[in-house]
C-alpha cells in the first residue's frame, strides 16, 4: 500500500473525543441516564450504545438528565464509537468527556460482516429417526396405559371422608416471605419538584379561596364552534384557552396578583409587571413540568390553544427545553382532567399565585329560585398572603367566575 493512501486512511478515520455539552443557563451538570440507541433486532427494542456502535451525525448518542429536563447529547461526527467514559447513573460535568468516535467508515461494513458469519454457518441436515427413538415412540403407548390403569386402582383405593378445613400455615408464610420492598433513587426532576415543593410551603404564607363556575354558557360555546375550529385552525377548542383568557383579564384588573417578591432573606421589594406569562401545569412519567404561554395577553383563543399543545406535546415526549419553562407570572392547574374534584394548588415560586381547575360534575343548583342540573366546577386560588390581601384574591376568583359563565364579557373586556 503506497504512503499516500495511508494517510488519507489514517485522515478519513481520525479519533474524536466527544465532550458534555452545554446543558441550559445556571446547569453545570448532570446525570447520564442512558446510552441510546434505537435498532429492532430480532423483534426487540435496544435503547443502548456500547464500544463498536456505528452511529451517524447528529443522532441522538446519549441523554444527560438535569433538574428540569432531560438534554440530548448528539454525535458531532459520522463513525464508530471506541470508547465510552461514563456509565449509566454516572454525575457528568459539562466540557467533561463523555466519548470517543473513530470518524469515517459506513454501517455497511458491519452487513457485510454478518453475511460472511452467516454464510460461515453449518447448515442444519435433517436426521432421519434412529432405531432406538422409533422404539421408545412404541413403547410409550403401553406406559400411557399403565398409567391409567394404577390412577384407576387408586381412586377405588379411596374412601371419602369428611375432615374439617386445616389452616396451611406454610402457605401463609411463604406468602409473607415472599413481599419485598424496593428502594429506587429519585431522579433529578422528581428531587427538584420535591425543592421547590417544600421551598413554597418554607416561604409563602399561602392561603387559598374557593368558588363554583356554571360551565353551561361555555360548554355551549365550545361545541358548537368545536368542529369549524378544528378544521380551518386545525387545533381542539377547549377550556383551557378561555381560563387563560379570563385570567388575563383578571390579572390586569388586579395586578398584584401578577406581581411578586423579590430581594434578600425571602424578599423586600416588589415587582409588578404589565405583562401577562402563564405557565400551564402539564403531568409527564416523569414529573410535573410548568411550560410557559409567552405573552398570553396578547394572544386569542385558537393562538392559546396551539401553544398549549404544542408544549404539551413537548412535555410528553421528553423534548421540553429550560427555555419553554423559565419565567412565567401566573400558572393553572387542571386537575379536572384526572377527575379531581377539590383540591389546594401549590404556588409556583417565585409567583403569588395558582389557579387549580377541576372536574366538571352536574349537581342540582338554585336558578331563579328553582332548582336545576347544571355541570358546575369548583375553582381554587392560592395565593401568597404576604402580598395578596384577602380582599383582592375574592375578586380576582370572581371575575374569572364572572368571565367563564358569560364568555361575551371575554369578547367586551367587561
Do not use: C
Not at 271 to 286: F, G, H, L, N, Q
Amino acid at each position: 500500500m503506497s504512503t499516500g493512501l495511508i494517510l488519507m486512511i489514517q485522515k478519513s478515520q481520525a479519533s474524536k473525543v466527544v465532550k458534555v455539552p452545554a446543558l441550559a443557563e445556571s446547569i453545570t451538570e448532570g446525570t447520564l441516564s442512558r446510552w441510546n440507541k434505537s435498532n429492532i433486532i430480532s423483534g426487540e427494542f435496544f435503547l443502548r450504545y456500547e464500544v463498536g456502535d456505528f452511529v451517524q451525525q447528529d443522532e441522538e448518542v446519549a441523554t444527560i438528565e438535569t433538574d428540569k429536563v432531560d438534554a440530548p447529547v448528539n454525535s458531532p461526527y459520522t463513525g464508530t464509537i471506541v470508547e465510552l467514559y461514563a456509565k449509566e447513573d454516572d454525575t457528568v460535568s459539562v466540557d467533561q468527556d463523555l466519548f470517543k468516535i473513530e470518524t469515517g467508515g459506513t454501517p455497511a461494513e458491519e452487513t457485510e460482516t454478518t453475511k460472511e458469519e452467516a454464510k460461515e454457518e453449518p447448515k442444519v441436515e435433517k436426521e432421519e429417526p434412529k432405531k432406538e427413538e422409533l422404539k421408545e415412540e412404541k413403547e410409550e403407548p403401553k406406559k400411557e396405559e399403565s398409567k391409567e390403569r394404577k390412577k384407576e386402582l387408586k381412586e377405588q383405593e379411596k374412601i371419602p371422608s369428611p375432615s374439617p378445613p386445616k389452616t396451611d400455615s406454610k402457605s401463609a408464610t411463604t406468602l409473607y416471605n415472599d413481599r419485598e420492598d424496593r428502594h429506587v433513587k429519585m431522579n433529578r426532576m422528581r428531587l427538584r419538584i420535591a425543592e421547590r415543593l417544600k421551598e413554597s410551603q418554607n416561604t409563602a404564607a399561602s392561603l387559598t379561596t374557593f368558588n363554583e363556575i356554571d360551565m353551561s354558557n361555555i360548554i355551549d360555546l365550545r361545541n358548537t364552534y368545536k368542529d369549524s375550529i378544528m378544521q380551518k385552525h386545525g387545533v381542539k377548542l377547549g377550556f383551557m384557552s378561555a381560563f387563560v383568557k379570563a385570567s388575563v383579564f383578571a390579572l390586569q384588573e388586579i395586578p398584584i396578583v401578577n406581581a411578586s417578591i423579590e430581594g434578600p432573606d425571602g424578599g423586600d421589594t416588589i415587582v409588578y409587571r404589565d405583562y401577562v406569562d402563564m405557565s400551564v401545569a402539564v403531568a409527564t412519567p416523569k414529573g410535573l413540568v410548568t411550560p410557559v404561554v409567552r405573552n398570553a395577553h396578547l394572544l386569542s383563543f385558537i393562538e392559546i390553544e396551539k401553544a398549549i399543545a404544542e408544549l404539551g406535546k413537548k412535555a410528553r415526549d421528553g423534548k421540553i427545553t429550560i427555555e419553554d419553562m423559565a419565567g412565567g407570572t401566573f400558572t393553572i392547574s387542571n386537575g379536572g382532567v384526572y377527575g379531581s374534584l377539590y383540591g389546594t394548588p401549590i404556588i409556583n415560586m417565585p409567583q403569588s399565585a395558582i389557579l387549580g381547575m377541576h372536574a366538571t360534575k352536574e349537581r342540582p343548583v338554585a336558578v331563579n329560585g328553582k332548582v336545576e342540573i347544571r355541570p358546575m366546577m369548583y375553582v381554587a386560588l392560592t395565593y401568597d398572603h404576604r402580598l395578596i390581601d384577602g380582599r383582592e384574591a375574592v375578586i380576582f376568583l370572581k371575575t374569572i367566575k364572572e368571565q367563564i359563565e358569560d364568555p361575551r364579557r371575554l369578547l367586551l373586556s367587561i
